[in-house]
Structures are given as structure tokens and as C-alpha cells.
């Protein structure tokens, strides 16, 4: 989507390796979020962020650590990867947090083997 | 934030309307619902949204009823390239962050 890129598109590691996700935007949005996306669970949030190093857990943020050092980027990172953590990663923009003004990125596939 | 019930599939010919149901029962007063789609592995696309009264634009029209606990999606001339996971979500806002349902399995067939 415009204005809003994750890399990389695909990664395979091994297990135990760290690994760090990149969202990249240039719409100035204040809100940042991580999702997750597995069969038969949807949708998941993973951590937010709603302002520069202001950043909160979602849902299943075990195993994960976010960071926000300026406004277009927001970094996901997952210290000690497990398999478990094999799946696609979404990264979206909102300007207010309102529901109608998110942009997802394309996403990123990850494979821990 | 309410919890929302959908169907998890459902076929739409080409080039008839869509009508997509929605149940939030447990909806609040200021609550929305939002809808958006997910065409196969990419990122959710934001359709339409609203509070109480009906909405339209180029999308798509949502119905909502006037007890607010159902709503309806309406794609008015379905196509192959409608075929996506809508995802039904009310929310206020207050949690900043939106939280997805199941959605509905829209096939579109030729």
C-alpha cells in the first residue's frame, strides 16, 4: 500500500536467532501496529504504538519487543525466534486510532525452522 | 469492545449484490462498526464505516438497523475480484487498536 512498506517480504531463520521486523512509513500517522495472521486464528495484535518510544501490548505479545525511535518507523523484534512465531506479520498506520483510517502493509511472511 | 458474529462463508454470483450480515448485539451507544476485507495474503483493506445511520460510497453500502444490534454489507454488483474474508468490527476508538473477528468467506462465482 502507499505510504506504507514492510520489509523484509519473506525471511527464513533458524531457531534461536534474533530477528527484527521494519515498518516504514511516510504519512506522518501517529498510531503504529504489529498483527499476526495464522490459519484459524485471524487477525492478532502483537504491540502498538500511538506516539515516538510511546508503545503498548496487544494481544499476544509474548516473545516479542517493539520500538519506535522515530515517527515513520516501527520495528518488531523477536529476540530468540521459535517456531511458533512462523507467520505472516502485518504492519498498519492509523492518523487517530479510529477504525475507519487503518492502512495495512503488504506483509511479511516469517518461517522459523 | 462488542463482540461481532458472521457467517463464515458465503457464495455471491457475478453481478448480483452482496449482502454481508453482521450481529453486535452487545453493541454501545458509541460504539462503530467498520468493515473491511482481506483479498488472499494481503494486508485488510478498509471498506466503510458507521454509527447509526445507513452509509454509502464507492464501495460499498452498509445498512445498519435501527436498534443498532445487525448490520449489513452490501457489494451492489459483486465481481470475481470481491472474492476476500470480510471482516465485520465495532469499536470506539477508546482502545486505539481494532480487534478481527473470524470475517466471512465471500466467494464470488463466475
Known amino acids: 500500500d502507499a505510504g506504507i512498506t514492510q520489509s523484509p517480504r519473506h525471511k527464513v531463520t533458524e531457531t534461536g536467532t534474533p530477528v527484527t521486523l521494519r515498518c516504514h512509513q511516510t504519512?506522518?500517522?501517529?498510531?503504529m501496529y504489529w498483527y499476526r495472521q495464522d490459519p484459524g486464528h485471524g487477525l492478532r495484535l502483537i504491540h502498538y504504538?500511538?506516539?515516538?518510544?510511546?508503545?503498548d501490548k496487544g494481544e499476544v505479545s509474548d516473545g516479542y519487543s517493539v520500538s519506535r525511535s522515530k515517527t515513520e518507523d516501527f520495528l518488531l523484534t523477536l529476540e530468540s525466534a521459535t517456531s511458533s512465531q512462523t507467520s505472516v506479520y502485518f504492519c498498519?498506520?492509523?492518523?487517530?486510532?479510529?477504525?475507519?483510517?487503518?492502512?495495512f502493509g503488504s506483509g511479511t511472511r516469517l518461517t522459523v525452522v | 469492545d462488542a463482540k461481532t458474529t458472521q457467517p463464515p462463508s458465503m457464495d455471491c454470483a457475478e453481478g448480483r449484490a452482496a449482502n454481508l450480515p453482521c450481529n453486535h448485539s452487545?453493541?454501545?451507544?458509541?460504539?462503530?462498526v467498520y468493515w473491511y476485507r482481506q483479498i488472499h495474503s494481503q494486508g485488510p483493506q478498509y471498506i466503510i464505516h458507521?454509527?447509526?445511520n445507513n452509509e454509502t460510497n464507492e464501495m460499498a453500502s452498509l445498512i445498519i438497523t435501527e436498534d443498532r444490534k445487525s448490520s449489513t454489507l452490501i457489494l451492489p454488483h459483486a465481481t470475481l475480484r470481491d472474492t476476500a474474508v470480510y471482516y465485520c468490527?465495532?469499536?470506539?476508538?477508546?482502545?486505539?487498536?481494532?480487534?478481527f473477528g473470524s470475517g466471512t468467506q465471500l466467494t464470488v462465482l463466475p
Open positions: 504504538s500511538y506516539g515516538v518510544k510511546d508503545t
Open positions: 458507521g454509527l447509526k
Open positions: 498498519a498506520i492509523s492518523v487517530g486510532g479510529q477504525g475507519d483510517g487503518y492502512t
Open positions: 452487545t453493541i454501545s451507544g458509541n460504539e462503530y
Open positions: 468490527i465495532v469499536d470506539s476508538g477508546s482502545a486505539r487498536q481494532l480487534t
Open positions: 504519512e506522518n500517522h501517529r498510531y
